[in-house]
């Protein structure tokens, strides 16, 4: 190595020295590292981290949000590939001889237990060639480091002052050659195993040594002990090193030793300090640019102290400056995290100098004294710096003060980068001083915000490269450029031109003269603002050698160049340099603690959740990290560095949906509150009122007037949780958008869709949690049921108040809208409209039918008890599944349990004797319009189909028990004209009670089902006014023909017409119509359906002797729901055909009619006969006027001709004269002896309340 190529073989090394670096980095973590074996290297990441970069899993950090777990949905991280011949039991003992004899060799072909060493060597060269690759060019770096430092030797000057360019290269070189020598010896004793193992195989393989294990042998022999062999190695440059050092004091009381309130007073980093009263010269750009480069400084103190130990001691200025250096920190980072234990080198280079003895703890006792300072006056730095770049992120928008401040601005980035680094860097290492098992480590989540500031600030000043490239491109051309050319024409004298450094200064007068004459583009494209740094570092290597003579104007060449270098960098490396002084990829090896500082975030500081987001920044950089010298780390490093940034955001989703969920639930409690259902035992817990017992002759509680609501003290405990909440939820969302896309190796996250996705799973969890609870036959306030046979197979919430709080959630939820990129509340309805699709529905109905289905044909006397399945919750039931599988099962369950009863008057399913389930809360018209209003018209269909079907299983029951009693009908039809013999037959037909059970139920389910018609054409109405009217009038003038009807326009119209509750009397009903079809049609059974006008009548002679048939004027029908028969007669008439040889104008109504009369007006007039005095007689006829009232193929005029209409006016006096007899007998129990007149009034207004109270 010549000292002409000097400069040449200093950018060489110091740029292959971090690849060299890298790769022993990644080699020594593929070894398994031996226990008691002391190292002077240790990893400041924590075990967790280790064992999530190395060993693979899952981070070892445990999320909570109020309590509950929150996992991040990431695959496990796969664990990082070791050598596993070195493991290998067979060869363990060979290992052995290998390394104790090191590094000689042994003779491997005598003993045959060495035969399966001989048999792996194919594997053994395969596995450990990379490492010892990776050894050798460690070897061949270090000692090429060390020749181009000593020869140094060779220079006359070596300043700061002359050649500081020069003087850099040195240092850094230095730091490298010594960090490289310290990353070897971590290796150990795998160090001497690889290459006495890798040396014997390949001698096996080829015959013959490799030619580089002899110097790699005396190579690790010689650094065995790494400080003591560099301070002999180095032993020479001791005292040019020492020198060096001292000129950097300036920095250590100026920039490294500097608390943050001297920055402040000094307005450093200030971009407008007369706002701040501060009135201090600019500072300068020097100053500014080395509080970038305190971190590389402190390295270069220490580590050249260190070498230099033995001449160090001797001067004591030299153990001042190093003990003002520890006041910095106390780690000094090598590579990545690897960091070295200052105390523990220094103490044993101190304690080979026996001349010294008072020098060996003078480090460690410095460390100690300065560990709680070190860490005060960083934590001081950071929150001067958040400060700073806050002020700068908000100014530098302005691109005139971006580029006007640009040095102060690059300058803040620097530091930050530094002053983030040093935070990681000394976050797990103590200083020696024993901790106690109580002790706990305080993390400063504030670096979060420092990290996400710094990567803000950087990213606008990316934006405005072109910009600030103009700007520094001017400066050049109108000052620096020209001062320059001006000293540089007065340097070249022709003398100096001959010379090597006057050829190198022709060659930089030749670029700045083209720059500053305007050639800029052929300058970049061309290279040579590259040349003109190479060249400008090559003329101090020239200018320094003892045949230079001496330049004149040297230091005014030395500033200007020095300037003009500094900002070529930014015109052709702007992306390079500006990673340079804001990248962060080394905390991709600090995982773990990333994790803690997020989760110590979430836990402890909301304020702080909005900064976050500067961890996805951060991921993107990981990948970075690979080196071109150990290549087998990418594949490793691109997964964990997706799997991090996919843990990260998932976390924060996951996060930000259980509080935006707590929200939406909130503000739900708050709309609830205005239910009826909600409001009074709400105001009752609000003010004690239920936990109260009213005293005897106590006092009322005034009420305040109205205008004192100023008395109230403060504001809502809730309403503040919820502004607090709201706010937290600006940051997560804030976090979650800044960026909007992150670009991790080759994978592209988008943050928001990790929160999405969590709170899409939590609203689909609450939709059914909310609706769906599994019954509890033990709890008295559950909320259906009395006794273990009326409780339902689940609860259900009610329609009304589930839509309610579904719009508040949606509510609650639109406030996000205006703070992400996307609609919220579109992305959550799309949601809703899953659960209420139709299609999954069917899918759920298809798949799960015991648990959809009641079957409503089953015996209740011998299957009391027996439930139909459960929901299956775990494959997530559709809400409209569960609303039909409820109300399937209250149809079915209800109809004859005595418990429920149908009432016209109210248009709904009421319940007696004070059921806990009280069904008119859930089958009223209103609770029905919430229901269509949550299902919409596609889940009416898919609900009608549902009830349809159970229609048609009642329908195959009732023809089943037809046939069974097929004789006992025939019977009747012959002798219901003969008034002698037509009761016979119906006292003999003993299973007409099992029929007309089936028929109650038929009427029961059938008169839901037009309640549901209703109420989706009401709903529709309301919502789709315009549509509604254009579908009902399309449908009206439709013509009915049967051509017309058979066309499919038709046939989907009046499909769509019957599902938003829009009828026609011309039509029948598109669903029951083609099941009766089915049912009746079969020419078979004709003469068994011929029967159904005397099977009809059968049931009316039953409810007239059934003692559960009695009238209640409170729900307008009979308490054994027989009222309900009307309607499953009108629906079962109207499929039945004509017989054979029928009348023209012949109809089924008009039949059953005509004998149904007959037989109750002869029953009528059985005044005499025991057993055929009817107690409900009334009842039946009420049943029959029912059924002419609601069939329209019976008119008033035909009616009248069949059964007089007075007989029914004599019915309801009946009915009418009963009531009041029960009324004046409940008045005759009044207290004080009041007489019936007196209290005429009060029956009369007290007479529904009676009624509904003996209901």
């Known amino acids: 190595m010549t000292a002409e190529y000097w400069a040449d073989h200093l950018l060489a090394l110091t740029a292959h020295g971090d690849r060299i670096l890298n790769a022993l980095y990644c080699a020594r973590h593929t070894l398994i590292p031996h226990e008691g074996e002391r190292s002077p290297v240790s990893a400041t990441s924590s075990p967790s981290a280790a064992d999530v970069y190395s060993k693979g899993g899952s981070p070892d950090v445990a999320y909570t949000y ?192 500097v608390k943050a309130d001297s920055f402040r007073k000094m307005a450093i980093l200030s971009l407008t300090p007369e706002m701040s009263g501060i009135k201090a010269p600019d500072p300068d750009e020097r100053h500014l640019q080395k509080l970038t480069e305190m971190g590389r400084q402190h390295r270069i103190l220490i580590l050249g102290f260190l070498v230099a130990g033995p001449e160090m001691v001797k001067l004591p200025a030299y153990m001042d400056v190093l003990k003002q250096t520890l006041t910095y920190g106390h780690v000094v980072p090598l590579v990545r995290n690897e960091m070295l234990n200052i105390a523990g080198e220094f103490e044993a280079s101190f304690k080979a100098l026996k001349k010294f003895p008072g020098s060996r703890t003078i480090v460690s006792e410095t460390v100690t004294a300065n560990a709680a300072s070190n860490q005060l006056l960083h934590k001081d730095r950071r929150d001067y710096l958040r400060h700073q770049l806050k002020q700068m992120t908000c100014l530098t928008s302005d691109s005139a003060i971006l580029c006007l401040k640009f040095p102060v601005v690059t300058s803040a980035l620097g530091f930050a980068r530094d002053e983030i680094l040093w935070y990681f860097n ?148 702007f992306e390079v340099s500006l990673v340079r002084l804001s990248g962060l990829k080394e905390l991709c090896f600090y995982q773990s603690a990333l994790h ?165 799973e939590r609203i689909s969890a609450y939709l059914l949690s909310t609706v ?26 009610r329609p009304s108040v589930y839509l309610q709080e579904m719009k508040a959630y949606m509510a609650a939820i639109r406030f996000l809208d205006s703070m992400v990129p996307i609609s919220c509340t579109s992305a959550i309805r799309d949601i809703l409209l899953e659960k209420i699709s139709d299609a999954n529905a069917r899918e759920y109905a298809a ?11 089953r015996d209740t006397k011998k299957s009391r008890g027996n439930k139909p399945s459960l929901i299956n919750t775990t494959v997530s039931p559709p809400v409209l599944a569960l609303y039909v599988a409820w109300y399937s099962e209250l149809l079915g369950s209800k109809a004859t349990s005595g418990t429920v009863c149908f009432s016209p008057n109210r248009r709904a399913f009421v319940s007696r004797n004070q059921q806990v389930l009280q069904a008119e809360t859930y089958t009223d018209i209103n609770e029905l319009s919430a229901l269509c209003e949550i299902i919409g018209p596609a889940g009416v269909r898919f609900f009608d189909e549902q009830i349809v079907g159970m229609i048609g299983s009642l329908g195959n029951s009732i023809k089943d028990l037809m046939m069974q009693h097929q004789a006992f009908l025939e019977a009747f039809r012959l002798n219901w004209t003969d008034e002698a013999k037509v009761f016979e037959p119906l006292k003999k037909l003993k299973g007409v009670k099992d029929l007309t059970t089936r028929a109650i139920q038929l009427g029961f389910i059938i008169e839901f089902r037009t309640i549901l018609a209703d109420a989706s054409n009401k709903v529709f109405g309301e919502k789709c006014p315009h549509a509604l009217a254009s579908v009902a009038t399309a449908y009206t003038h439709f013509p009915r023909t049967a051509e017309a009807k058979a066309n499919p326009t038709y046939q989907a119209l009046h499909a769509l017409a019957q599902d938003l509750g829009i009828r026609h009397a011309a039509d029948a009903d598109v669903r029951v119509a083609p099941l009766l079809a089915t049912l009746m049609g079969n020419p078979s059974d004709a003469g068994l359906w011929s029967l159904l006008p005397f ?39 109207s499929g039945l055909r004509p017989p054979p040889g029928a009348a023209s104008g012949w109809a089924a109504e008009k039949e059953f009619l005509n004998i149904s009369s007959t037989v109750l007006m002869r029953l009528l007039h059985r005044t005499t006969d025991k057993e055929l005095m009817a107690k409900q007689l009334e009842s039946a006829f009420l049943v029959l006027k029912r059924f002419v009232q609601e069939t329209p193929a019976i008119t008033s005029g035909i009616a009248e001709t069949i059964i007089p209409y007075a007989v029914f006016q004599i019915v309801n006096g009946s009915l009418h004269r009963k009531r009041m007899e029960q009324l004046h007998h409940q008045q005759k129990k009044l207290p004080g002896g009041a007489s019936v007149l007196s209290m005429a009034h009060l029956g009369s207004v007290a007479s529904g309340q009676d009624e509904e109270t003996a209901f």
């Open 66 to 257: 109020n309590g509950a777990a929150v996992t991040p949905s990431s695959p496990s991280r796969p664990a990082l590939e070791r050598i596993k011949i070195l493991n290998d039991p067979a060869i363990a003992e060979v290992l052995r001889k290998l390394v104790k004899k090191f590094p000689e060799s042994i003779d491997l072909t005598k003993d045959p237990k060495h035969q399966a060493f001989r048999d792996a060597q194919v594997q053994i060269l395969a596995e450990l060639k990379v490492y010892y690759k990776v050894l050798v060019a460690s070897m061949e770096y270090i000692e090429t480091g060390l020749s181009a430092l000593q020869e140094s030797i060779n220079l006359v000057s070596l300043s700061f002052d002359t050649n500081p360019e020069l003087v850099d290269y040195f240092l850094d070189l230095l730091v490298s050659h010594v960090s490289a020598v310290y990353m070897l010896a971590a290796f150990g004793q795998d160090r001497k195993i690889i290459a006495a193992v890798y040396g014997k195989a390949y001698q096996i393989a080829h015959g013959m040594q490799d030619p580089d294990y002899a110097k790699l042998a005396k190579h690790i022999l010689y650094y065995d002990k790494p400080l003591f062999a560099m301070q002999e190695s180095l032993g020479l440059l001791a005292s040019k090193i020492l020198t060096l050092l001292l000129e950097m004091k300036p920095d250590l009381e100026l920039r490294l030793c």
């Open 426 to 573: 000394h976050l797990e290492l103590d200083t020696g001083k024993k901790r106690s098992k109580k002790d706990v480590r305080t993390l400063d989540v504030g670096i979060l915000e420092l990290i996400w500031l710094m990567k803000d600030l950087a990213n606008k000043v990316a934006a405005k490269g072109d910009a600030i490239k103009d700007h520094i491109a001017d400066q050049i051309v109108q000052f620096y450029g020209p001062q320059l050319l001006r000293i540089l024409d007065n340097t070249l004298t022709p003398d100096i031109q001959e010379e090597p450094y006057g050829i190198l200064l022709a060659d930089i007068q030749r670029v700045i003269t083209d720059f500053v004459n305007g050639h800029f583009v052929h300058v970049l494209e061309a290279g040579d603002l590259q040349s003109l740094r190479v060249n400008w570092l090559r003329f101090q290597v020239a200018s320094s050698l003892p045949s230079a003579g001496g330049v004149a104007n040297i230091s005014d060449i030395s500033w200007f160049m020095t300037n003009i270098c500094d900002r070529t960098r930014w015109l052709d490396q």
């Open 596 to 760: 803690e500082h997020l989760r110590d975030c979430l836990d402890n500081a909301p304020e702080l959740v909005r900064y976050v987001g500067a961890l996805g920044f951060v991921a993107e950089e990981f990948f970075s990290n690979v080196t071109v010298a150990w290549p087998l780390e990418a594949k490793h490093l691109s997964v964990h560095s997706i799997l991090f940034a996919t843990e990260i955001y998932s976390v924060l989703g996951q996060s930000a949906a259980s509080l935006a969920h707590e929200i939406a639930l909130h503000s739900v409690g708050y709309h609830s509150q205005v239910l009826t259902c909600e409001a009074i035992p709400a105001y009752q817990k609000a003010t004690g009122a239920d936990k109260l017992k009213k005293k005897k002759n106590a006092p009322e509680r005034p009420i305040i007037n109205p205008g004192f609501e100023s008395i109230l003290n403060g504001t809502d405990a809730g309403a503040r949780s919820l502004e607090r909440k709201k706010h937290l939820m600006r940051n997560f969302l804030f976090a979650l958008t800044n960026p909007v896309v992150a670009t991790v190796y080759d994978s592209e996250f988008h943050p928001f869709e990790f929160f999405l996705e969590a709170f899409a």
């Open 772 to 797: 769906y609870k599994p019954p509890d036959p033990s709890a008295q306030t559950s909320l259906f049921g009395g006794s273990s046979e009326d409780i339902l197979s689940f609860d259900l919430k």
């Open 847 to 857: 798949t799960q039918p015991d648990s959809m289905v009641y079957q409503v044909t």
């Open 1095 to 1133: 099977l009809q009548t059968a049931m009316l002679y039953q409810i007239a002797f059934d003692d559960n048939a009695t009238y209640n004027q409170y729900i307008d029908g009979l308490e054994n729901n027989g009222h309900c028969l009307a309607s499953a007669f009108r629906v079962l008439l």
